[in-house]
């Protein structure tokens, strides 16, 4: 591995400028597929380089392609640009300036590697075999509209022999690399939920059918839904995290909305999820006289390392950072991600790179990435796509 000390240096030259740009993409969040400053930032700030740009494929994205000197296999980098719709509570020189939205998932931080690892390949590119593709997706909350990006081509011509993804974690030492081989992360469903009764006034509920009660029982009901009807040993998580129903306190209301989501790691396993909850729904809207509409949706899929990719990982960042700084996750994550799309179709890994043990957790409105590990991040995806390129 001979370009870990041109790595560092180059590195070491732009770290100022990536971390004001971190900082600024922290000031001005925007929503998933909305990402239009922060694009035409990523767009300006690549157009001095040799780079080049492609057209947008599905809207606010941005991707460029750096041909080496030499002819080669293709090695792709992502990093998600979205923020998230919260109150930021953090005081900070840089804090959101739009309320409503902050960058709770560090994808600012990963925006900012990526274009670092960008700036840093762009120096040398005359000693890279082959090309380095550069991904920088929207709306990866929610939307997972990597999906979208994959399917309109983004990731063709030429096509990736290797997708890389970091993604900043809480719990970990600053600038720890961590992942796992296979299964990372899970996959992602979302369902909502509208129980009909019969609305009425608060001192005659027998005149009624009260859709809260109804609720209150269904979501009681489907806390058994994993536990007695998925084996002990499989994950499978079902979690509603809203209930709405009712504006004043003297009247039952027509109708309560539940929304939620499941997680799980088998895809077998998440086939049976949506029947047994609606037929949870089903059974107790039936004994209590109150009608029911269910949809579901699973817009994230499993996220599946390749073994041989992750093993080339880990020695990437030992050779960098020390044996230390490697960790190996013991167990995978029941979040979603939509990098799985990528690695659907193409081998490669998703990694984590620590923000601190005392870091509060992502999607937290006291979230902040931490800038002092932009350095290895960088060096970590540059140093990836260079080295894999470099051997047969």
């Known amino acids: 591995m001979s370009f870990k000390k041109k790595i560092f240096e180059i590195t070491d030259k732009i770290l100022p400028e990536i971390t004001s740009v971190r900082q600024n993409i922290h000031r001005y969040p925007e929503l998933a597929g909305q990402e239009v400053q922060t694009s035409r930032l990523v767009r300006n700030i690549l157009s001095f380089t040799d780079i080049k740009l492609l057209k947008p494929f599905i809207g606010t994205d941005a991707v460029g392609i750096l041909r080496g000197g030499k002819p080669g296999r293709n090695v792709t980098l992502r ?3 979205d923020a998230l719709p919260l109150d930021e509570l953090n005081e900070l020189p840089y804090r959101s300036e739009l309320p409503g939205k902050m960058h709770a998932c560090g994808h600012d931080g990963h925006t900012a590697m990526l274009l670092g690892a960008a700036l840093v390949l762009n120096e040398f590119k005359e000693n890279i075999a082959g090309s380095v593709r550069f991904v920088f997706q929207p709306g990866e909350e929610i939307a997972a509209m990597g999906k979208a990006l994959v399917e309109a081509g983004a990731l ?6 290797a ?6 974690m809480s719990g970990m030492p600053v600038g720890m690399i961590a992942s796992r081989p296979g299964t990372i992360m899970a996959a992602a469903g979302f369902f909502k939920i509208v129980i009909a ?3 009425g006034h608060g001192s005659k509920p027998e ?7 109804t609720a209150c029982k269904v979501v009681d009901a489907m806390q058994t839904i994993c536990s007695r009807n998925i084996a002990s040993q499989d994950a499978a998580v079902i979690s509603v995290c809203r209930f709405e129903g009712g504006k004043n306190a003297n009247i039952i209301p027509e109708s309560v909305i539940l929304e939620g989501t499941t ?3 088998d895809p077998q396993i998440g086939e049976q999820l949506p029947g047994l909850i609606e037929r949870t729904v089903k059974g107790v809207c039936a004994a209590l006289g109150a009608a029911y509409e269910f949809e579901y949706a699973l817009p994230y899929i499993p996220t599946v390392n390749n073994a041989k990719i992750y093993e080339f990982a880990r020695k990437v960042s030992q050779e960098y950072f020390g044996k230390s700084n ?6 995978s994550s029941m979040g979603g991600e939509d990098f799985s799309y990528y690695l659907a179709r193409y081998p490669g890994v998703f990694c984590n790179i620590g923000m601190g043990e005392t870091s509060p ?5 006291n979230f902040n990435f931490n800038d002092d590990a932009l350095r290895n991040g960088i060096a970590f995806m540059a140093g990836s796509a260079v080295e894999f390129l470099s051997k047969d």
């Open 163 to 168: 997708v890389f993804a970091l993604h900043g």
């Open 263 to 265: 997680r799980f790691l």
């Open 197 to 199: 009764g019969r609305g």
């Open 207 to 213: 005149l009624t059918v009260d859709p809260i009660v």
């Open 361 to 365: 957790p992502i999607h937290n409105m």
């Open 326 to 331: 490697w960790l190996e996750l013991p167990r």
């Open 79 to 81: 990093a998600d640009m």
């Open 156 to 161: 063709l011509d030429p096509e990736p022999d």
